[in-house]
């Protein structure tokens, strides 16, 4: 009689999880996030330097394109503002696709991170 019941128990939970729906995924701070990262680029393609303060953290930090090379906040918008005023007429970007993504803590890079890939045309 044992041996019954381990599978009789089995099928059940089996059939009662595949009758079980599955619970739609919402991610509204990634939402938040791309929106942020879209706002940034469109503020950053219009030439609105003055509003770039308000999209970074004070923690901010962008790195690349050598694996050493990093600014703060302050130095990439110092640079971006010298950038429009002595080099670029313009800047253009052509978005193919922005992903929202989290990294959950105890991994590598933890946090919330956002994708954003496209052509940057800049004159």
């Given at each position: 009689?044992?041996?019954?019941?381990?599978?009789?128990?089995?099928?059940?939970?089996?059939?009662l999880?595949?009758c079980?729906?599955?619970?739609?995924?919402?991610?509204?701070?990634?939402?938040?996030?791309?929106?942020?990262?879209?706002?940034?680029?469109?503020?950053?393609?219009?030439?609105?330097?003055?509003?770039?303060?308000?999209?970074?953290?004070?923690?901010?930090?962008?790195?690349?394109?050598?694996?050493?090379d990093?600014?703060?906040?302050q130095?990439?918008?110092?640079?971006?503002?010298?950038?429009?005023?002595?080099?670029?007429?313009?800047?253009?970007?052509?978005?193919?696709?922005?992903?929202?993504?989290?990294?959950?803590?105890?991994?590598?890079?933890?946090?919330?991170?956002?994708?954003?890939?496209?052509?940057?045309?800049?004159?």
């Amino acid at each position: 009689m044992k041996k019954l019941v381990i599978p009789t128990v089995l099928v059940a939970l089996i059939g009662l999880a595949a009758c079980t729906k599955p619970v739609p995924v919402v991610d509204t701070v990634g939402d938040q996030n791309k929106l942020v990262v879209q706002n940034y680029i469109a503020a950053l393609v219009k030439g609105d330097t003055s509003s770039l303060d308000s999209f970074l953290a004070d923690s901010f930090k962008s790195y690349g394109p050598a694996v050493k090379d990093s600014v703060t906040k302050q130095e990439d918008i110092a640079q971006t503002k010298k950038n429009w005023r002595e080099e670029w007429s313009s800047v253009s970007f052509d978005r193919a696709a922005t992903i929202a993504f989290t990294i959950p803590v105890g991994e590598k890079y933890p946090g919330d991170w956002v994708s954003d890939w496209g052509q940057v045309t800049v004159n």
